[in-house]
């Protein structure tokens, strides 16, 4: 008997996995949470029936959301991650010589634990002596800090649940002011094929709070649209501004996705998109949905 997985991404679109054996299933306070051997993508984290990631795709966004603000900033030392229990951004934020303190604020420590036992591979760096992992909200965990972090990665769930505020205007100011005085920050913003409005809105809110605002893409094969954005907002430094030579010099450490090269492509958007987060930035409506759920 074959067993499937199946996401349903938008109420007209489905993606599914055959899955071999299911590792590990629970209800913990704030989601449904489950473990799932897939025979496509290996070992594969599910939130609530969302697939957040699986082991051998998780490289690209991980490497995308730590290395582009990383080495855009010159010299990062103290680095917040909000979300990401699986510990996949804390992987590739460790990589990087400057940092000193590596914080996780992850509101679910259930799957953080899940991720310890289950996925070696992507939360390794946890056990790091750099890393503070510290099971509380985000939001609340930002309004209390000023000028702390360096760089702060939101690797957050979709906009349901406790993850709703952080994709709130409020919370795009209180990361500003937890920021230092040269500091960024980049939000996982989901997909321009079924998730325009929160694009455009996020856009919108992060160019009115930050001088710098940049969008950029990778393509994540188990996300729904494959194609994926994320938001930068920076108080000075401009990741278009940081030269190729740069770029290689930082790079002391492999990577499979992330490169110079694509630091500088990840930036040039088709023209939909680019249409789409202008529109945002000059208050114009929304544009149309495209049905896409949760995602
Ligand atoms: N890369 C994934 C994606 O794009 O689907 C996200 C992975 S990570 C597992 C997302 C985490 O954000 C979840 O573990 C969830 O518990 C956490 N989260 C949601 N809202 C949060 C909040 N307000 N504060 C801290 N963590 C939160």
Redesign the pocket.
């Known amino acids: 008997m074959e067993l499937w997985f199946t996401e349903r991404q938008t109420p007209h679109q489905d993606f599914s996995l055959r899955v071999e054996r299911t590792l590990h299933r629970e209800k913990?306070p704030?989601?449904d949470?489950a473990v799932l051997e897939t025979a496509q993508w290996g070992r594969m984290?599910v939130?609530d029936g969302?697939?957040?990631?699986t082991v051998e795709d998780?490289f690209v966004?991980?490497e995308m959301?730590a290395h582009v603000p990383l080495c855009t900033h010159p010299r990062p030392r103290a680095v917040a991650v909000?979300?990401?229990?699986?510990g996949?951004?804390i992987r590739e934020v460790l990589k990087h010589p400057s940092v000193q303190r590596a914080v996780l604020?992850?509101?679910?420590g259930r799957?953080?634990e899940a991720?310890r036992t289950y996925l070696p591979e992507i939360s390794s760096g946890l056990a790091d002596p750099r890393v503070e992992v510290r099971i509380?909200?985000?939001?609340?965990?930002l309004a209390q800090r000023r000028a702390e972090y360096d760089c702060i990665l939101v690797?957050?769930?979709?906009p349901v649940?406790?993850?709703?505020?952080?994709f709130s205007a409020e919370f795009y100011a209180s990361v500003y002011r937890a920021l230092t005085e040269d500091g960024l920050f980049v939000a996982?913003t989901?997909s321009p094929f079924f998730n325009r409005d929160l694009i455009q809105r996020v856009f919108a809110s992060v160019s009115q709070i930050f001088p710098v605002a940049r969008l950029y893409w990778a393509t994540?094969p188990t996300?729904p649209g494959v194609f994926?954005t994320f938001t930068l907002g920076s108080k000075r430094h401009d990741p278009l501004a940081v030269v190729s030579e740069e770029l290689d010099r930082r790079l002391t450490f492999p990577t499979r996705y992330y490169s110079a090269g694509i630091h500088r492509a990840s930036f040039v958007l088709p023209p939909f998109v680019e249409e789409l987060i202008q529109a945002g930035k000059a208050g114009a409506a929304p544009s149309r949905s495209n049905g896409g759920g949760a995602?």
């Open positions: 913990t704030y989601q949470l984290l939130l969302y697939i957040q990631t998780e966004y991980h959301i909000i979300g990401g229990g699986d996949g951004a604020v992850e509101i679910d799957v953080v991720a509380e909200d985000g939001i609340a965990h690797d957050s769930t979709d649940g406790p993850a709703v505020g952080l996982q989901e994540v996300y994926w995602r």
